[in-house]
Nanobody, 127 residues
Framework: QAQLVESGGGSVQAGESLRLSCTAS???????MAWFRQAPGREREFVAG????????YYAESVKGRFTISKSNTKDTMYHQMNSLKPQDTAVYYC?????????????????????WGQGTQVTVSS
């Protein structure tokens, strides 16, 4: 089966940290993977992306310098270290995988390029 499963969400205060994980099975772990998030009443937005090898990463401007995306040594798990969390980071976070080899930021950030999605994990940041 092709499946992505997220974990690590929770409720924290501003300035604290969370680490999200996304474990892939089957064909769900593709050449391009990413984290997206969606708050109630808002469109789903790109947060961070990573290549298969982990050598290439991209970040939304709103999280750059605070969040770090990475992969396990076996490449079957993707991590999302979120430091210095802010209330505006509150959202449901989804991991996603694409079978495309994205060449640039625009490709990574396009949700339509992803064919496998996790169920989402809630992150709530209080001031």
């Amino acid at each position: 089966q092709a499946q992505l499963v997220e974990s690590g969400g929770g409720s924290v205060q501003a300035g604290e940290s969370l680490r999200l994980s996304c474990t892939a099975s089957g064909r769900a772990f593709g050449s391009t993977m990413a984290w997206f998030r969606q708050a109630p009443g808002r469109e789903r937005e790109f947060v961070a992306g990573i290549s298969w090898s982990g050598a290439t990463t991209y970040y939304a401007e709103s999280v750059k310098g605070r969040f770090t995306i990475s992969k396990s040594n076996t490449k079957d798990t993707m991590y999302h270290q979120m430091n210095s969390l802010k209330p505006q980071d509150t959202a449901v976070y989804y991991c996603a995988a694409s079978l495309l080899t994205c060449p640039d930021f625009d490709c990574y950030a396009a949700s339509n390029n992803y064919v496998y999605w996790g169920q989402g994990t809630q992150v709530t940041v209080s001031s």
